[in-house]
């Protein structure tokens, strides 16, 4: 079965990919910029304009739509583009499209997630069989957040913030378990093994990479303070994956983890 994979050049899509093609379908890869890999058809499109959509969704039995935009243009890019792929994906006769979102889009007021939410329902009222998974956040992400939130010496943050990372290689075999399953019609929700408080994960972080930067503690303000720290980017759902934070600690730094 052939499959296209839009964002297939980002951490989840690298994951993905060769996933698919070691599982014997043949993937399609969208990105906005022509790249080179015998193993994989790169295609060029960009959800912004639907320029290149139509070819990148002929011939084509399921999509994984991973592309999102988590700058300025995530409504052109993750609402409005999602509509174009999901007309695009009718018009090829697409049997299953596949989208991934974020746990606590319902429930986190940030922009960005409200575009994920938007986008999720422009999945749910189109005509293309549908499923969604909600995904807690990647353990390569909060690693980047950390470094972001360290950037000025201490690390800043707001260290009752509850997160629950996932490994992306996990939730990527999620989507593809779920793309042999077929349209669920349905959103599912996927996180890690652990829930974390910002501080732990602060300490934890700073304990692998020998550094001795203190934490600047600035409670976030407001609804999104409360939503963040009451548990708005978790999930109680099971089964969730297996590797949790300390693992990624120690294949990136060395030393031990839990095991
Ligand atoms: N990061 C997390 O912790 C996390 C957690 C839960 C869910 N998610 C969701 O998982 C998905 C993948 O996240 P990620 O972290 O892997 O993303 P990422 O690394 O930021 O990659 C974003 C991808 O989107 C593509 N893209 C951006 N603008 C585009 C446009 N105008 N047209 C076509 N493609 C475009 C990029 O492709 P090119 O640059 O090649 O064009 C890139 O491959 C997203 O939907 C995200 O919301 C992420």
Redesign the pocket.
């Known amino acids: 079965m052939r499959v296209l994979v839009?964002?297939?050049?980002?951490?989840?899509?690298r994951k993905v990919v060769p996933r698919l093609r070691d599982g014997g379908c043949t993937v399609r890869a969208?990105?906005?910029?022509p790249r080179e890999d015998s193993t994989v058809e790169w295609t060029v499109?960009?959800?912004?304009t639907g320029e290149g959509l139509a070819a990148a969704v002929d011939g084509v039995a399921a999509v994984l739509h991973?592309?999102?935009?988590?700058a300025r243009r995530t409504h052109a890019?993750d609402v409005l583009?999602t509509g174009r792929l999901v007309a695009a994906a009718d018009r090829a006769g697409v049997g299953h499209l596949v989208y991934?979102?974020?746990v606590g889009v319902d429930r986190v007021p940030l922009g960005y997630y409200r575009h994920?939410l938007a986008a999720e329902q422009v999945v749910a009222a189109g005509p293309v069989p549908w499923s969604v998974l909600r995904?807690?956040?990647?353990l390569e992400?909060l690693e980047e957040l950390l470094r972001g939130a360290g950037r000025l010496g201490p690390v800043i943050g707001d260290r009752a913030v509850l997160a629950q990372p996932v490994d992306s290689g996990e939730v990527a075999d999620r989507l593809v378990a779920m793309l042999a399953a077929g349209p669920s019609y349905a959103v599912a929700e996927f996180g890690g093994p652990q829930v974390l408080r910002f501080d732990e994960a602060v300490r934890a972080w700073q304990a692998a990479r020998r550094s001795h930067r203190p934490l600047l503690p600035v409670p976030i303000p407001g609804r999104l303070g409360r939503a963040l720290r009451s548990g708005g980017l978790t999930t109680t759902v099971t089964p969730t994956g297996s590797r949790i934070w300390a693992d990624h600690l120690a294949d990136t730094y060395g030393g031990s983890g839990r095991r």
Do not use: E, M, N, P
């Open positions: 839009t964002g297939a050049s980002g951490r989840l899509g969208l990105s906005r910029r499109a960009d959800l912004a991973l592309a999102s935009s988590s890019v583009g991934v979102s974020i994920k995904a807690t956040q990647f992400f």
